[in-house]
């Protein structure tokens, strides 16, 4: 089955810096890779995604690479806002109806 | 605009009683995935639903069962509870025409004492 490895675990940054978090993935079937932002005592929230026919996507100050021969992709957050901080997941699926497969998450830090 | 709902936020339980989780996907929403989540780790994919029927299972344990109704309503429940089942469960949902783009509820707290 599909394995996500997420890294690094643990992310500390001042505000104003960037941010980036990488996961790779071992399933070449896997097309479709999530990214979600997890608040303390919240649901996963989707900020953005990125299908496999894409190698780059970007949305104000949040971008998603995928690079499908290294089977990796990474999450790139510039500008850092102290409400950035949170746990943030990368996931990989087969597609629509199937199972999300998550990474064990990075706790992002900003300080002001 | 409407977002995943469910019910009840916090349920406490005794071991060995039985539970029921219940989940109201976004509106038109025709799938529903059920995800465990323990203390400081990732969601763990349990077992969805397109169209009322069973599209993908995870790691679900013998002792719990799901169904998606013809509402699009799905129901966790969980019998014979173990300590080891104190956890965040939540449910997701997505419209499959539109993709696999899955949107989370706010999650049952499970509390097995």
């Known amino acids: 089955g599909e394995n996500v490895e997420q890294h690094p675990s643990t992310l500390s940054v001042q505000e104003g810096d960037s941010a980036v978090i990488k996961c790779t993935y071992s399933?070449?079937?896997?097309?479709?890779f999530p990214w979600y932002k997890q608040e303390l005592g919240k649901g996963p929230q989707l900020i953005i995604d990125i299908r496999s026919n894409v190698g780059e996507k970007k949305d104000q100050r949040i971008a998603v690479t995928l690079n499908k021969t290294a089977k990796h992709f990474s999450l790139h957050i510039t500008e850092t806002q102290p409400e950035d901080s949170a746990v943030y997941f990368c996931a990989a699926s087969h597609g629509a109806g199937t199972a999300l497969i998550f990474g064990k998450g990075t706790t992002l830090s900003v300080s002001s | 605009a409407a977002g995943v709902i469910q019910s009840p936020r916090h349920l406490i339980k005794e071991k060995r009683e039985t539970a029921t989780l219940k989940c109201y996907p976004i509106?038109?929403?025709?799938?529903v995935y059920w995800y465990q989540q323990g203390p400081g780790q990732d969601p763990q994919f349990l077992i969805s639903?397109?169209?009322?029927?069973?599209?993908d299972k995870g790691s679900i344990p013998d002792r719990f069962s799901a169904q998606q109704f013809s509402d699009y309503h799905s129901e966790l429940n969980m019998s014979s509870l173990e300590l080891g089942d104190s956890a965040l469960y939540f449910c997701?949902?997505?419209?499959?025409?539109?993709?696999?783009?899955?949107?989370f509820g706010q999650g049952t707290r499970l509390t097995v004492v």
């Open positions: 639903f397109y169209e009322k029927m069973q599209s």
């Open positions: 997701a949902s997505s419209l499959v025409a539109r993709g696999t783009e899955a949107f």
């Open positions: 399933d070449s079937a896997s097309n479709y």
């Open positions: 509106p038109r929403h025709d799938t």
